[in-house]
């Protein structure tokens, strides 16, 4: 069973401080997520996503955010986690659309056939926050 874990240094941001931006702004936020997690974990990418995973996210911060705001938080950065796939062009001459264009390949996708999820919201002191994520492979 292989496992990889990384860390980035500060807590991913919360729901209520990333919307009600412009569609520019909430892309470039996105893409900034994808090369944090790069730089933390490009070396740690397997060769090939890991077919069934246990993905564990632990944010850390002096605050502890309400269940549904931590775990809708987490989605951008799962999205990174996952592989790029081609979507079907249903009508002729349309432009190739893709499905999780920032992934990074580490698992398949982040549903629930694929990745079991797990989001833990820790507090600490204002020096040690910081995110935690650790890719299980599950076997069988």
Known sequence: ??????????????????????????????????????????HLRPPAPFERAKVIVERHSVGTPDKDNLWGSAKRLLD?????????????GARQRTK?????????????????????GVKCKRDEQRTVVTIREVVG
């Open 1 to 42: 069973m292989r496992e990889i874990t990384f860390t980035l240094p500060a807590p991913f941001p919360l729901v209520n401080r990333t919307t009600g931006f412009s569609h520019y702004t909430t892309a470039k936020q996105k893409n900034q997520l994808r090369r944090q997690v790069m730089a933390a974990a490009l």
């Open 100 to 120: 999780n264009k920032r992934g990074l390949g580490f698992i398949i996708d982040d549903a629930p056939q694929y990745a079991e999820i797990e989001v833990i």
């Open 80 to 92: 990174c986690l996952t592989t790029p796939a081609l979507l079907n062009v249903r009508t002729e």
